[in-house]
């Protein structure tokens, strides 16, 4: 689902008191022209008609112009030009206080110019004008201004990736709107909904995503027949001519398409991202929805290594960027492409659309920057001091008028006027600690807020570099481990020759594996664990079993000792996996011909420990300290002569601590040496 800021505006019951009657009527027209697309001509029809009204309203003169501004806003992307009207929005809004639907005028004004502001990447401007409508809605006990307000702040922490925050704002939003039979209400309902799942799934709590899109698709479900004949009074709208239920009901799909297929149940997963795709491709649907949703029906069959079925969509995909061009589906169909000829050995051209995927991924990554380093908490916060530091100032001028007052009074009211006095001074001294505090508050939070920023962009680039030098290696050096590979079959080639063709295959590949191990430790840092709740008995199992073969090229075997009941752990199933992986694989590699690993599983009160031993050369006594190192000098070759890098048990370490768990080991020449993981019991958040 697309998530966008000021999708929609909310639309309170009997809000049509706001306007004036002859003003209703002409909007009831205009808009039916601007949702089909005649945008020149209903804003002419609207206009024209406003100069004939005879008495027009505040809430006239706002909408009036709210109409320019969403036109020129989301219809033409001219957000320059849509804050001129969103100014002359808050104008009228704010011209009679006394107007009955005050509050309701300045909300609307207010948070549409926050959203032009966002739109032009003045956060902290942005974030002014929605806490001044949430202070409306604040003090006048309006709970759809509130949600509006909590909706946003839940948009921006999903833009920033701070999901657990923005999960808590969307359930607030959706706490704070009720059914109010309105369609614009229920419109906003279903989409929060869907946003508390998507929150959810950036998590990987699969199950808890699941009910809530699920929930999401029972109330679109349950509204349409209410809604289904009735045509929404002339509002501000996200959507354009077209089935708003099919239309929500096809993004819906596509997220619980996503579930299905981490779930490993991909029938069911296509299926769904095929209806959704054939909905919201339809003209006047949601298009950008739909070409994502192909993006995301490729990635599908590119994992089952469909790759037939992959061109295919592709080549669709590549034929609707000349009309209609995402630029996230843009990134992710370069990427796409550049896996679709790895698997089938096109290096060069792979290596091609893998440069521009990286590209455009760093635009993305780029526009989004200063969006990550503006803290809205932090401003809001400041909002709020100042609000208060204003307040303390209009007290004084208030005691100051006590004080003249008490004056003239007389003498007899002497004692009044010594207590005012005492009071003013007070509360003098109050506000002068109070504004300096806050301008040393604010100067810290800036120079904290700039290194913070910079220590992430230097992370960030470091990162990149890594990960861009080994990627480049990746490809040539993969190349002449392909072509080595095709040269050892060539019948052509004397022994000296073989052999040296051998060394450079073998060469090739341990250095392919050294970049491999590079990037792990990259991706490492930087990227979000994947916790699931993992039984651990199959798991340990699994990565045991697949290790099999190469213990049998060493006539080794491997015994393991499991627990005697299911055990789970929310653990990220990739990562430990990888971690027993690597212990099973070095237990081999430094374990003699013959001999006999043994694996594990002992439980406790705090967790599990897993013991991987193995009766092998052992760990000397001065490497012991180095073993976890990264790039250590630890590193030795394997019985069979193996090549070792000494990046492996580093990975292990990190990995495990990010489980909040621990690593070690026991080792000596006689016993060989054990490895112990230790997990700890933890469960799915609620």
């Not at 008191?17 to 697309?37: C, D, Q, W, Y």
């Not at 990987?204 to 698709?217: G, S």
């Not at 004949?229 to 619980?256: E, L, W």
């Not at 392909?482 to 040296?500: F, K, N, P, R």
Request: hydrophobic share 35%; aromatic share 10%; net charge positive.
């Amino acid at each position: 689902m697309a998530l966008v800021i000021g999708s929609c505006k909310s639309n309170q019951k009997n809000a049509n008191e706001r306007f004036s009657p002859e003003f209703v009527k002409i909007l009831k027209h205009g808009t039916a022209l601007l949702e089909n697309h005649k945008n020149k001509e209903g804003l002419r029809y609207i206009d024209s008609g406003f100069k004939t009204l005879t008495s027009p309203t505040t809430g006239d003169y706002v909408r009036r112009h709210g109409l320019h501004y969403m036109v020129l806003r989301r219809g033409m992307g001219e957000v320059e030009k849509s804050l001129v009207y969103a100014d002359s929005m808050v104008y009228y809004a704010t011209r009679n206080k006394k107007d009955k639907y005050y509050a309701e005028n300045l909300a609307e004004a207010s948070f549409s110019k926050g959203d032009a502001l966002f739109d032009l990447k003045r956060y902290a401007e942005s974030y002014q004008q929605y806490y001044e409508a949430y202070l409306v809605g604040q003090n006048t006990l309006n709970r759809v201004m509130l949600s509006e307000f909590t909706y946003r702040m839940a948009l921006i922490m999903f833009r920033q990736g701070n999901y657990e925050l923005s999960k808590k704002y969307f359930k607030e939003s959706y706490n704070q709107s009720y059914d109010n039979n309105e369609f614009l209400m229920f419109y906003r309902r279903q989409e929060v909904l869907d946003n508390i799942g998507l929150c959810y799934k950036k998590l990987y709590q699969n199950d808890t995503a699941l009910y809530y899109f699920q929930k999401a698709l029972k109330y679109i479900n349950d509204n349409e027949p209410k809604f289904k004949k009735v045509i929404p009074q002339p509002v501000y709208r996200q959507q354009v001519m077209g089935d708003h239920f099919d239309i929500a009901r096809g993004v819906v799909y596509g997220n619980i398409a996503e579930i299905y297929q981490r779930q490993g149940r991909y029938a069911e997963a296509a299926e769904l991202l095929k209806k959704s795709i054939a909905i919201n491709l339809r003209k006047g649907n949601d298009n950008n929805d739909g070409q994502l949703t192909e993006i995301k029906l490729a990635k599908l069959w590119l994992e089952r290594n469909q790759l037939d079925s992959l061109k295919q969509i592709l080549d669709t995909v590549k034929s609707q960027f000349d009309t209609l061009k995402n630029e996230e589906a843009v990134t992710d169909w370069n990427n796409l492409m550049a896996q679709y000829h790895l698997r089938k050995r096109n290096f060069e051209k792979a290596a091609g659309y893998l440069q521009i995927y990286d590209e455009k991924k760093d635009s993305l990554n780029k526009k989004l920057s200063d969006l990550i380093a503006s803290d809205v908490t932090k401003q809001l916060a400041t909002y709020d001091n100042q609000r208060k530091i204003a307040s303390l100032s209009n007290n004084n001028k208030v005691q100051r008028i006590y004080l003249v007052t008490a004056v003239v009074i007389g003498i007899l009211l002497l004692l009044i006027i010594l207590l005012v006095y005492r009071n003013w001074k007070r509360s003098r001294a109050a506000y002068q600690v109070v504004n300096q505090l806050n301008e040393q508050i604010n100067e810290q939070n800036s120079v904290l807020a700039k290194a913070l920023t910079e220590l992430n962009i230097n992370s960030r680039e470091k990162d990149r570099i890594l990960r861009t030098v080994a990627h480049d290696l990746r490809n040539p050096i993969g190349g002449i481990a392909s072509l080595t590979t095709a040269m050892i079959d060539d019948a052509g080639l004397t022994s000296e020759q073989q052999d040296l063709v051998n060394l450079i295959k073998e060469t090739s590949y341990n250095t392919l594996e050294l970049i491999n191990e590079i990037m792990e430790i990259a991706n490492n840092n930087n990227a979000p664990l994947r916790m699931e709740n993992v039984e651990i008995n199959s798991l340990v199992s699994n990565s045991v079993e697949l290790l099999r073969f190469k213990a049998l090229e060493k006539q080794q075997q491997i015994e393991m000792e499991l627990l005697p009941h299911d055990k789970e752990l929310f653990i990220s199933r990739e990562k430990i996996w990888r971690v027993l992986s690597n212990l099973v694989s070095n237990a081999i590699k430094f374990s003699q011909y013959g001999s006999i690993i043994n694996v594990r599983i002992v439980e406790d009160a705090e967790g599990v420990r897993i013991a991987v031993n193995d009766r092998g050369i052992g760990i000397p006594d001065n490497l012991k300290s180095q073993i976890f190192n990264m790039f250590t000098d630890a590193k030795r070759p394997g019985t069979g002569g193996e090549k070792s890098f000494g990046l492996g048990l580093s990975i292990c370490k990190q990995i495990v601590e990010k489980h909040n768990g621990r690593i070690w080991f026991e080792s000596n020449n006689e016993h060989g040496t054990t490895f112990y993981i230790k997990l700890l019991n933890t469960s799915t958040a609620a």
